[in-house]
């Protein structure tokens, strides 16, 4: 990295020696130790998160040749299936021609002649006989006791 052989280090071992003294140079040694740990570890951090940048925009750029081919794909097809744009054209048109969802399509039912309505559309069953269908029937009177 720094290219530094054994006779450099000797040189910078003597000095830290003679500049420093016996007693700290322990204490020295062990605070560059922490140092230089600290800087590595700012490196490592720093290079995985441009890795991590590097690696994001590759996918997003395979993502972006993904989405281009899908869209060649796409008009390939069409191509093939409708050169001249006929059908897309008349698609397109029964699409402006088709009814709005909330209007009905077909008329609702007749009402039956005397104004009540048909016994479908009450609760789903024919009504019995001699009932109309829009009445039900009356329930009986229970007498009353005199105490």
Known sequence: MFDIGWSEMLIIGVVALVVIG??????????????????????????????????????????????????????????????????????????????????PVSPPKPAIANGSTPPEAVGGHAASEGTPASKPAPAAAAPEKSA
């Open 22 to 103: 016996p007693k700290e140079l322990p204490g020295a040694l062990k605070t560059f130790a922490y140092w230089m740990k600290q800087a590595r570890k700012l490196a490592r951090e720093f290079q995985s998160g441009v890795d991590d940048m590097i690696r994001q925009a590759e996918l997003d750029e395979a993502k972006q040749a993904i989405e281009d081919a899908r869209r060649k794909l796409n008009t390939d097809i069409e191509n093939a299936v409708d050169p001249t744009g006929e059908v897309k054209q008349a698609l397109s048109d029964t699409a402006v021609n088709t009814p709005t969802p909330g209007i």
